[in-house]
């Protein structure tokens, strides 16, 4: 059983940064990507930012790109999502994840275990 303990939410000022973190239970996590994604009220949960098993290649959604990285630390088990410039509409529970299978690495059917979310407000 794979458990992943998200943490490093908060009130932030736009224009503000936050980093978050996961950590990541099991002994096989650096054999598994990992992506965050988000969830604002009202709509469905929203890929963010993958990571490969490695940390050599990522992949963002472009509503994040050039203000949101993601990293990961293999020897601590942990993924990061750096987040900097942050704006009102980033305010959304932010989830991460293990990606596992198809269809694709945007999409939250292709992962199969989940942190419980960790809540990012974002004031304007």
């Known amino acids: 059983q794979v458990q992943l303990v998200e943490s490093g939410g908060g009130l932030v000022q736009a224009g503000g940064s936050l980093r978050l973190s996961c950590a990541a239970s099991?002994?096989?996590?650096?054999?598994?990507?990992m992506g965050w994604f988000r969830r604002a009220p009202g709509k469905e949960r929203e890929f963010v930012a993958v990571?490969?098993?490695?940390?050599?290649?990522?992949y963002y959604a472009d509503s994040v790109k050039g203000r949101f990285t993601i990293s990961r630390d293999n020897a601590k088990n942990t993924v990061y999502l750096q987040m900097n410039s942050l704006k009102p509409e980033d305010t959304a529970v932010y989830y991460c994840?293990?990606?596992?299978?198809?269809?694709?690495?945007?999409?939250?059917?292709?992962?199969?275990?989940w942190g419980q979310g960790t809540q990012v407000t974002v004031s304007s």
């Open positions: 994840g293990r990606r596992n299978g198809p269809p694709s690495s945007t999409s939250p059917r292709s992962y199969d275990f």
């Open positions: 099991g002994r096989t996590f650096s054999g598994y990507a």
């Open positions: 990571i490969s098993s490695s940390g050599g290649t990522t």
